[in-house]
């Protein structure tokens, strides 16, 4: 059974009321949360602010294969509660079936076409909720798809292999939600990334002492050598790979003949700046 203080945490996300008037709402309803919401509606005291200037950076992120496509999505709430939800989840899964049924190539006009979706999910769980993203990712008959989802919905990853191995690419999406890189090879990398890192390297450089007197050619191979150090762990193929550590990416890869095409990695809320609560600091506030 949850205590006092997780019923009051669960009622407050849920209605923006004080810890206060959440406190005296549960002790008035026997600790029920529903009905402490109907208490703090009919009191007057749930806040009515309007939900479009709500922060959603709660949610759930999820990929959908329909043979040779497949959609990888990102929806989100105000709170974790609301995200754990059976209403929540089917709205993801409605989503995600809408989107790859429009085939839509944009977020506005996804947006457009699940719009009755959200309007009547907005009303059910009194939220604001928000399609933040999505990617329609299409393979060859000749390609494989991986995808995994993680932490119920924290991370979902999307993989496309040039062979169809259903195994390797499995565990690439495993690796890739765990290891989040950016690129899948040193090829990928922008050239205004890496001198953007070069310029970095050489301030740092500079301002250290032991290689102040080093040979310009010396200076500039300890530099790149800094930068390439960098960018590897970020680069997919450079990373030791999750299920045989042993490994590099691209030695795992090398064995089986395979190649990745391309990647889609979504963490949900990642980018998004979200309200800081301290709430035991906000407890002990409100009881001296």
């Not at 924290?154 to 690796?175: F, N, Q, R, Y």
């Not at 500079?206 to 290689?211: M, S, T």
């Not at 979504?266 to 906000?282: C, L, P, Q, S, T």
Request: proline share 1%.
């Amino acid at each position: 059974m949850a205590s006092m203080i997780e019923l009051i945490k669960e009622l407050r996300d849920r209605t923006g009321a004080g810890m206060m008037d959440c406190k005296r709402a549960l002790e008035a309803t026997n600790s029920d949360v529903n009905k402490a919401i109907d208490w703090l509606r009919e009191k007057g005291i749930a806040k009515a602010q309007a939900k479009a200037s709500r922060i959603a950076a709660e949610g759930l992120a999820s990929v959908k294969v329909c043979g040779n496509k497949a959609c990888i999505a990102e929806v989100n709430c105000e709170t974790d509660f609301v995200s754990k939800g059976e209403k929540f989840h089917k709205l993801v899964d409605d989503v995600i079936d809408a989107t790859l049924a429009s085939n839509v190539k944009d977020i506005d006009a996804a947006k457009d076409v699940t719009k009755s979706l959200f309007t009547d999910a907005t009303v059910s769980m009194g939220e604001k909720l928000d399609y933040r993203r999505f990617e329609i990712v299409e393979k060859a008959a000749d390609q494989g798809f991986g995808s995994y989802i993680h932490m119920g919905g924290k991370i979902a990853t999307l993989v496309v292999i040039d062979k169809d191995d259903a195994e390797l690419a499995k565990g690439l999406a495993m690796h890739i939600a765990a290891n989040a890189p950016k690129y899948v090879s040193d090829k990928d990398v922008p050239a205004a990334t890496i001198e953007h890192e070069k310029a970095i390297a050489l301030e740092q450089a500079k301002a250290d002492e032991k290689l102040k007197n080093k040979p310009e050619n010396v200076l500039q191979g300890i530099i790149e050598g800094k930068v390439r150090k960098l960018l590897s762990e970020s680069i997919l193929s450079s990373q030791a790979y999750l299920l045989d550590p042993d490994k590099s990416v691209a030695q795992a890869l090398k064995e089986k003949g395979v190649n990745v095409v391309k990647f889609v990695r979504y963490a949900v809320g990642e980018g998004i700046e979200k309200r800081v609560d301290n709430f035991a600091e906000e407890v002990m506030k409100e009881v001296k």
